[in-house]
């Protein structure tokens, strides 16, 4: 598995053409959000959700086409993924748009599914209206049900931003503590959700339901983060006894370094060092 991964993400990045830096925020670092990876059956049907009804933008990234946002890279690999997201440690990922209900109107008008009602059952409609963060949500699956939720932020001066990543758990304050811990993300809340923060995301913590399902395979297989210093990192992580399913290495040729990790409640991670200069 390791090898099949690794030589996965050369092939990736080999001959690497600049997508012009999306991650802004790694500059705010030492740890930052870097990208989402995905395995779809269909990686056209997942640029036109992502391009043509969100508005994010293609660029290349070696061989391949990734999807660039504000703070996020998605990466798409052509794989049968072994199931939605939503039954696992992350149920979703969430992002900024600028106006909620008109953007669910032509999501429905083009066939995706939403899914607000079952995502909050106490919702009034496909838009649910959240006093305490003074915008609006709604929940769409995307190909392959990857589910979003959409964040209202009337302010936004393009058309998608990221915002979070909803982690679903059997224990909120340990998984929390874990990402404090071992990420340095800053301790808070989001509305009524127990939170925390690193540059370019909002890492949310909920109660699963039933138990949260490892990530790996799923239509979300990993979220990613960008570090500076990352081989020191790699080296704290270990002294406090966390296993890296893929220990930290270099690829000399890109000036990039990765290692991958999965935390407690089976999310699966990527470290990243050099992405944001691709």
Same mark, same amino acid.
Do not use: C
């Given at each position: 598995m390791r090898t099949f991964v690794l030589a996965a993400l050369i092939i990736?990045?080999?001959s690497s053409i600049p997508i012009? =830096?999306?991650?802004?925020?790694?500059k705010e670092?030492?740890?930052?959000?870097?990208?989402?990876?995905?395995n779809v059956s269909d990686v056209e049907a997942h640029k036109k959700f992502w391009v043509d /009804?969100?508005?994010?933008?293609?660029?290349?990234?070696?061989?391949?086409?990734?999807?660039?946002?504000?703070?996020?890279?998605?990466?798409?690999? /052509?794989?049968?993924?072994?199931?939605?997201?939503?039954?696992?440690?992350?149920?979703?990922?969430? #992002?900024?748009?600028?106006d909620?209900?008109? #953007?669910?109107?032509?999501?429905?008008? =083009?066939?995706?599914?939403?899914?607000?009602?079952?995502?909050?059952?106490?919702a009034p409609g496909d838009v649910n209206p959240v006093p305490d963060q003074n915008t609006n949500v709604a929940f769409v699956l995307a190909p392959d049900e990857m589910n979003i939720e959409l964040f209202e932020n009337k302010k936004l001066d393009v058309p998608i931003a990221?915002?979070?990543?909803?982690?679903?758990t059997s224990d909120i304050d340990a998984t929390k503590a874990w990402y404090v811990k071992h990420l340095g993300a800053a301790p808070g809340m989001r509305g009524s959700f127990q939170a925390a923060d690193l540059p370019g995301v909002n890492l949310t913590f909920s109660a699963s339901k039933g138990e949260a399902l490892p990530t790996q395979g799923r239509v979300l297989d990993h979220i990613g983060f960008e570090v500076d210093g990352l081989e020191a990192l790699c080296k704290k992580l270990e002294a406090?006894?966390?296993?890296l399913a893929v220990p930290y290495r270099k690829i000399d040729a890109l000036g990039l370094?990765? =290692?991958? #990790?999965?935390?407690?409640?089976?999310?699966?991670?990527?470290?990243t060092e050099g992405l944001d200069a691709l």
């Open positions: 990736a990045l080999v012009e =830096a999306q991650l802004h925020a790694a670092g030492p740890i930052s959000i870097g990208h989402h990876h995905f /009804q969100l508005g994010a933008e293609v660029a290349k990234l070696g061989p391949d086409e990734v999807i660039k946002l504000p703070n996020l890279i998605v990466m798409l690999r /052509q794989r049968d993924p072994s199931g939605s997201n939503r039954p696992s440690s992350v149920n979703h990922i969430g #992002l900024q748009v600028r909620v209900p008109a #953007l669910v109107k032509k999501l429905k008008a =083009a066939g995706y599914p939403i899914v607000t009602q079952e995502q909050i059952p106490t990221n915002h979070h990543i909803h982690f679903y406090a006894g966390l296993e370094g990765i =290692a991958f #990790l999965t935390d407690p409640w089976g999310t699966y991670i990527e470290l």
